[in-house]
């Protein structure tokens, strides 16, 4: 049975820095496309990031370039999200997700971890 | 503002057959791009409903289907539930000079009356 599980939310300052972790089971994640998906509080859904089966296909949204880097671990069945140059509009419980494609979606979510920026 | 456009709230008695539709464009749905539907039940993840344009994963009541026409989609649930009150997503792909891009619609609040 896949499992997703988000790691790494906490309340930091505008400016600072953040690392997301997920840790993922019950599938070959070494071949799986995963991705970080953000909801702000009361809103809808914002794909952020991608990244390929081996890492070195990796996409950004506008609003995070520069800002935030996806890598994964393929040994410790883990992706990651580095956040750095945080701003209040980064808050969001971020959802890591697995990729199954153009034709298939994303069939299985974690239940996120909450980032909160504030000073 | 989305790149895809949902109805921000939709409703209907129990029984009926509601519809959400999923506006696009030439870069994205219009271009051929799969188009799927996500349902997130309060307080939970979003959980897949539709993939490929209109496919049901198992488990999923066939009192959901979905279409797609040109730059647009939909989705439809018929016989309303109690339980189908949520938020619905739909998710396609929008295809520019810097790449694929994972678009998502503003999300549609059923309410079940």
């Known amino acids: 049975q896949v499992h997703l599980a988000e790691s790494g939310g906490a309340l930091v300052m505008p400016g600072g820095s953040l690392r997301l972790s997920c840790e993922a089971s019950g599938f070959i994640f070494s071949e799986s496309f995963m991705s970080w998906i953000r909801q702000a509080p009361g809103k809808g859904l914002e794909w952020i990031a991608n990244?390929?089966?081996?890492?070195?296909?990796?996409y950004y949204a506008d609003s995070i370039k520069g800002r935030f880097t996806i890598s994964r671990d393929n040994a410790k069945n883990s992706l990651y999200l580095q956040m750095s140059s945080l701003r209040a509009e980064d808050t969001a419980l971020y959802y890591c997700?697995?990729?199954?494609?153009?034709?298939?979606?994303?069939?299985?979510w974690g239940q996120g971890t909450q980032v909160t920026v504030s000073s | 503002q989305s790149v895809l456009a949902q109805p921000p709230t939709v409703s209907g008695a129990p029984g009926q057959r509601v519809t959400i539709s999923c506006a696009g464009s030439?870069?994205?749905?219009?271009?051929?791009?799969?188009v799927h539907w996500y349902q997130q039940l309060p307080g939970a993840a979003p959980k897949i409903l539709i993939y490929?344009?209109?496919n049901r994963p198992a488990g999923v009541p066939d009192r959901f289907s979905a279409s797609k026409s040109g730059a647009s989609a939909s989705l439809s649930i018929t016989g309303l539930q109690a339980e189908d009150e949520a938020d619905y997503y739909c998710q396609s792909y929008d295809y520019s000079l810097s790449g694929s891009h994972v678009v998502f619609g503003g999300g549609t609040k059923l309410t079940v009356l």
């Open positions: 997700a697995r990729d199954n494609g153009y034709s298939y979606g994303y069939d299985s």
């Open positions: 030439s870069s994205n749905i219009g271009a051929d791009a799969d």
């Open positions: 990244i390929g089966s081996s890492g070195t296909t990796i």
């Open positions: 490929g344009d209109n």
